[in-house]
């Protein structure tokens, strides 16, 4: 007999040695001691990685049993949940003593007869790792040697797990650090183009921990999330996800997206309210999202030092493993490897577009100089080539050449302006300054250009006097009324001042063009202009430079506009200590 | 007899000053603030024997201007000169199917003798 139990323990020995996962393990040591003992039924729990206690495999146990018992209820009235509660062994060896312990076993269902039974936890240090358990159908002995014996079976069951575990682990390490090595080295492949280093990003997550990646960014100064980029192994749940987020961009603050934005603190969602995810969809959205329901959600921050600049969301089927701990922390390593390569392309974007931005302004800088040039070069040799010219011919041609002379300076000022403003504020000369008056006289200075641009232009309002730059606010009307010409040819133009409690208001009204909503943000920014094809003349600085000016003087310049309607610019002006 | 010019360009300065120019060489002139203006002028007014045309313009382009110009065939023949700022010459000559272009600065003896090579003298 002794000889025999040893043969069953080499044997166990050799058959644990090349079983790697929780179900060969299970297998393995309840096969071996079901048949071994003559039990009727063997069960093994083990501890799942949620710490819940899972069935991990029997013998003799009915498919209904299986189903029903597949996560044991540790406060149950059963002798293995007693066992691995207390950590104490049962040994109980006739009928009488199991109903002694369990009174409940008396009702028990299960088709064969309960006549013993044996039950023993599963301990690895001070860590229980589950339990397994044996009946028999006829009184036992379980004497000594058959106690040391399944003793031993736990122990070597024990130490199987927690090698498999800790190879598990090591497994899951490497894999985690391959996906973080390789997302880093197509990061890196990927350089500064801000659609590829997104792409990549999503393709790693969802393929590597599937099955689906959003990316979703807040646009600098922007209040709201847009969706950047998004994978799905699926390429049809894919289309749909793209669909829905574009359509519902989420604001900082607002649902679980905007809440990680704002707060900077990721979002672990490993069983998803599904009907209330549904709930909360538009209903045109909502067949797509029965057809791919989502069981888990994972939102990370994407983090450059103490700023939020997106979100990274990875979701799954149901049907898929839950997200775990180790998962959101691997998406979270991800996200914050990403954040730095999306920050460094989005940068080098910002660069790009400025330097564009320059070029086309210089160009554009050539054109506008080269065009006075060529009418003042073309005059001045006229008036070389002809042989007697009359004195009021001549008087007209030089008043003509001076005009030229004069666009020149005015352009060269706006550019030497910029230079000044981009260095620094600007230095003003506050003085007594009529507004009104001082508008009326720019409409005069332009009735010239007016007229032959076909613009009626009427002057409203009352005198208004305030400190201020005479000559800067002088540009800034000039600007504001060049460009009401430019874009409102053929159309009446009104001017009006009103002093309205502490401030000047100028309003300048043009029925023309109008600003197209798109290009609202930029008009005021510096070598930004509203119609790109540069076919209207002009450095593009003029707005520009009024803001500055008007900042300096403590106002405000604001505008309204609609496009084919006309555009109203608005410039409020504190009328300081008169 | 006075061969006519027709100079298009939005800039009054420069159209102003081309006209004095030409004037005072001997040419008639006429003059549009851009191409839709130019069009106008071609077929309703006296047939120019060149058109002096500026590339930048708002509402109708010089791009645009030829290209309707040229799918009109009773103006499509008249020649054109182009006037521009632009660095790309050659690309934009070819596009627009011009001969001859004067590179804004131009002096007075590149103009005149560019469209004198359209006009009988």
Known sequence: MAEERARQLQLLTQRLASALSREEIGNVVIGQAHEYLGATASVAYFEALDGTMCLAASRGVTADSIRTRAILDLDAPLPLCRVIRTGKPL????????LDEFPDLAATTESAPLEALAAIALHFGEHTLGGIAFSFPRPMELDEPTRSLVTTFALQCAQALERARLYD?????????????????????AQLDLTAVLDTICREVAN???????????????????????????????????ATLNDTPARIGEGMLGRVAETGQSMFVPIVDFQAMLAATKPQYRPHLERFPVGGILIVPLRVADRVIGTITASRHPSRPRYTVEDHRLLQDI??????????????????????????????????????????????????????????????RLNKTLRHVKRLDALITQLLDVTQLTRGRLALTPERVDAQQLAFEIVDRYREQARRASCEITCHGASVIGMWDRSRLDQVITNVLGNAIKYGAGHPIDVRVAREGTHCRITVHDRGLGIDPSARERIFDRFERAISDRNYGGL??????????????????????????????????????? | MTSLVLIVDDDFDLRDTLSDVLQDAGFAVASAGDGIEALDYLRTGERPAVILLDWMMPRCNGSQFRSEQLADPAIAAIPVVLLTADTRREEKMAELGVETY????????????????????
Request: aromatic content about 4%; hydrophobic content about 40%; some cysteine.
């Open chain 1, 208 to 242: 590597r921990m599937p099955e689906s990646c959003t990316v979703n960014l807040v646009p600098p100064g922007g209040d709201t999330l847009e969706l950047a980029a998004v994978h799905h192994i699926d390429p049809e749940a894919e289309a749909g996800i793209r």
């Open chain 1, 335 to 396: 996200a914050d490897r990403s954040a730095f390569a999306i920050e460094n392309a989005r940068l080098f974007q910002a660069e790009q577009h400025a330097r564009r931005l320059r070029d086309d302004f210089l160009s554009i800088a050539g054109h506008e100089l080269r065009t006075p040039l060529t009418a003042l070069q073309l005059q001045v040799e006229t008036l070389r080539s002809a042989p007697a010219i009359k004195p009021e011919l001549l008087a007209d």
């Open chain 2, 102 to 121: 004067l590179a804004k600065p131009c002096d007075r003896e590149t103009l005149l003798a560019a469209i004198r090579k359209y006009t009988p003298t």
């Open chain 1, 169 to 189: 682990q090591e497994r899951r390490a490497r894999a985690r650090l391959e996906i973080l090595a390789d997302t880093s080295d197509r990061l890196s492949k």
């Open chain 1, 91 to 98: 040994w109980l060896r006739n009928r009488a003593e199991i």
């Open chain 1, 540 to 578: 593009g600085l003029g707005l520009w430079i009024s803001r500055q000016i008007v900042d300096a003087l403590g106002g405000k310049i604001t505008f309204e506009s609609k496009a084919g309607v006309g555009t109203t610019f608005d410039i409020a002006l504190p009328l300081g200590d008169v």
